[in-house]
């Protein structure tokens, strides 16, 4: 199985800040990776696929970058509604799931 | 609009079985891979099985292998879950989650849409 380790755990920061996730691989997964957004209580929400894409509706506030093993999640501007746990997926082969980052007000 | 609704968690003793439904609606569903995804009581998300577009294809994570059967009622526009041998570390929130690729066979996919989770919990 491919191993997908993110850091940092815990992100502690503040409304306007940008902020970096990343997002490492056991072995190669070329472009492979997804990230999702979720809130408490609720399901996971895709932001990002193929490791840049966009999905449809996301704010270009978020955008994602890397390929191979690293991978990073940056939030520019932090908004309010940002304040989540974030997570990524490679889908190299069957998918598996980073430990989760929370987003957390400082 | 896509929703996807799941149903039949519930409280089971370890040993028990159960089977989980969701209800699709709002696309093609016969065009579409779909999967289940489940959550531990605040941890992270596990892929937990994928069926590929036709019911041809399935694949599961190790844990869950010869356990769990996934399978589709094309003509429902529904997915299921089947449970057996529960164990406490089963415990957890199931979500089913649409592939964005269509006609897809492999076990690989991302997720475009999940519906809101069924709770199932095991416990003596």
């Known amino acids: 199985d491919i191993q997908m380790t993110q850091s940092p755990s815990t992100l502690s920061a503040s409304v306007g800040d940008r902020v970096t996730i990343t997002c490492r691989a056991s072995?190669?997964?070329?472009?492979?990776l997804a990230w999702y957004q979720q809130k408490p209580g609720k399901a996971p929400k895709l932001l990002i696929y193929r490791a840049s894409n966009l999905e449809d509706g996301v704010p270009s506030r978020f955008s994602g970058g890397g390929s191979g093993t690293e991978f990073t999640l940056t939030i520019n501007n932090l908004q309010p509604a940002d304040f989540a746990i974030y997570y990524c997926q490679q889908y190299d082969t069957f998918g598996t799931f980073g430990q989760g980052t929370r987003v957390e007000v400082k | 609009q896509v929703q996807l609704v799941e149903s039949g968690g519930g409280v089971v003793q370890p040993g028990g079985s159960l089977r989980l439904s969701c209800a699709a609606s709002g696309f093609t569903f016969s065009s579409y891979a779909m999967h289940w995804v489940r959550q531990a009581p605040g941890k992270g998300l596990e892929c937990v099985a994928v069926?590929?577009?036709?019911?041809?294809?399935?694949y599961y994570e190790g844990s869950v292998r010869g356990r769990f059967t996934i399978s589709r009622d094309n003509s429902k526009n529904t997915l299921y879950l089947q449970i057996n041998s529960l164990k406490t570390e089963d415990t957890g929130v199931y979500y089913c989650?649409?592939?964005?690729?269509?006609?897809?066979?492999?076990?690989?996919?991302?997720?475009?849409?999940w519906g809101q989770g069924t709770l199932v919990t095991v416990s003596s």
């Open positions: 989650a649409k592939d964005r690729s269509s006609v897809r066979r492999g076990p690989e996919g991302f997720f475009d849409f």
């Open positions: 069926i590929s577009y036709d019911g041809g294809d399935k």
């Open positions: 072995q190669s997964i070329r472009n492979w």
